[in-house]
């Protein structure tokens, strides 16, 4: 007979493939956007969000909760929550897609491991909850790798905070919002969908259209669905399934794959003070991290 600890082995086996799976995607989606930097990154996010509709709607469809979108959108708290969220991400992608573009993948990669931290501080300023000393301490360091970083380096990162910001907010506001994930993802894309089809008819009539640009570039900013909807619904199963501190420890996979590919495959060159901040940054994630399991002892 199965035990009930064997079936929570196999329920925390399947969250961790889910969540590690959905991670490795994103740490590797580097090498998507790569591909396409001759693209910009306004029209690259444009195809992002038309192409995730037919996805997500038939991950949805699977599911067989299409019902449940016709109460969502009559909600106009909801729509209006989701209209900032879809904003947030959009700009986050933006950003991300351009870092890319322009050679900047480590600082999108350091981005993403000062989100966690914003996250804690956004926890603490706006919803009253409790920051221990340690994670206190953690946050203190990313603050002062941030200001080394513009004073020593002679560079603000903002590419980096713009992503960390933007994703915090994201993932804030997503918590008021009685929406699951990935019914929120689709009312997101479809919420975007009537700027991201003007934008690129406009593109149409002006000349600038990319996507009939050779025989390829068609289905390869189609597969910007794919490769949009999978790890983030991926992400979504995971969620449901691990405890938040498995996950939370987790979310360093994909900037440290995105770290790598940026110096291994890129080419691009770390500097001194850069090499100092992330540091810092690691520093301040192994202090938050053991403030994870000092909470859990």
Same mark, same amino acid.
Not at 5 to 15: F, N, V
Not at 144 to 171: E, M, N, Q
């Given at each position: 007979?199965?035990?009930?600890?064997?079936?929570?082995?196999?329920?925390?086996? &399947?969250?961790?493939?889910?969540?590690?799976?959905?991670?490795?995607?994103?740490?590797?989606? @580097?090498?998507?956007?790569?591909?396409?930097?001759?693209? @910009?990154?306004?029209?690259?996010?444009?195809?992002?969000?038309?192409?995730?509709?037919?996805?997500?709607?038939?991950?949805?469809?699977?599911?067989?909760?299409?019902? &449940?979108?016709?109460?969502?959108?009559?909600?106009?708290?909801?729509?209006?929550?989701?209209?900032?969220?879809?904003?947030?991400?959009?700009?986050?992608?933006?950003?991300?897609?351009?870092?890319?573009?322009?050679?900047?993948?480590? &600082?999108?990669?350091?981005?993403?491991?000062?989100? @966690?931290?914003?996250?804690?501080?956004?926890?603490?300023?706006?919803?009253?909850?409790?920051?221990?000393?340690?994670?206190?301490?953690?946050?203190? !360091?990313?603050?002062?790798?941030?200001?080394?970083?513009?004073?020593?380096?002679?560079?603000?990162?903002?590419?980096?905070?713009?992503?960390?910001?933007?994703?915090?907010?994201?993932?804030?506001?997503?918590?008021?919002?009685?929406?699951?994930?990935?019914? %929120?993802?689709?009312?997101?894309?479809?919420?975007?969908?009537?700027?991201? !089809?003007?934008?690129?008819?406009?593109?149409?009539?002006?000349?600038?259209?990319?996507?009939?640009?050779?025989?390829?570039?068609?289905?390869?900013?189609?597969?910007?669905?794919?490769?949009?909807?999978?790890?983030?619904?991926?992400?979504?199963? %995971?969620?449901?399934?691990?405890?938040?501190?498995?996950?939370?420890?987790?979310?360093?996979?994909?900037?440290?794959?995105?770290?790598?590919?940026?110096?291994?495959?890129?080419?691009? &060159?770390?500097?001194?003070?850069?090499?100092?901040?992330?540091?810092?940054?690691?520093?301040?994630?192994? !202090?938050?991290?053991?403030?994870?399991?000092?909470?859990?002892?």
């Amino acid at each position: 007979m199965t035990t009930q600890s064997q079936k929570r082995q196999s329920i925390s086996r &399947e969250g961790f493939l889910y969540a590690f799976f959905a991670y490795t995607l994103w740490g590797f989606l @580097p090498f998507y956007f790569k591909a396409v930097e001759h693209i @910009p990154a306004v029209e690259m996010v444009a195809h992002r969000v038309i192409w995730s509709v037919p996805v997500a709607l038939v991950v949805i469809g699977a599911q067989r909760r299409l019902g &449940e979108l016709i109460s969502l959108f009559r909600n106009g708290r909801i729509v209006l929550m989701m209209s900032i969220t879809a904003l947030l991400v959009s700009l986050n992608w933006g950003v991300y897609i351009w870092s890319i573009a322009i050679n900047k993948a480590s &600082e999108a990669a350091l981005g993403y491991y000062i989100n @966690p931290l914003i996250t804690v501080f956004l926890g603490f300023a706006l919803l009253g909850e409790k920051m221990t000393r340690l994670q206190a301490l953690a946050v203190g !360091i990313a603050v002062a790798a941030v200001l080394i970083r513009t004073v020593g380096g002679g560079v603000f990162p903002w590419i980096a905070l713009t992503l960390a910001f933007s994703f915090a907010a994201y993932g804030y506001l997503r918590k008021t919002v009685d929406v699951g994930p990935t019914q %929120g993802f689709l009312v997101e894309v479809v919420l975007l969908s009537p700027l991201a !089809i003007a934008y690129l008819v406009w593109l149409i009539y002006t000349g600038d259209n990319h996507f009939t640009m050779t025989t390829w570039t068609g289905p390869y900013l189609m597969f910007a669905g794919l490769a949009t909807a999978v790890p983030l619904i991926l992400y979504a199963f %995971g969620a449901k399934l691990l405890p938040l501190q498995t996950l939370g420890l987790m979310q360093y996979i994909a900037p440290s794959l995105i770290f790598l590919v940026s110096f291994l495959a890129f080419g691009e &060159e770390l500097d001194f003070w850069q090499g100092v901040t992330f540091v810092m940054i690691w520093s301040a994630l192994i !202090i938050y991290t053991w403030s994870l399991f000092k909470q859990t002892d």
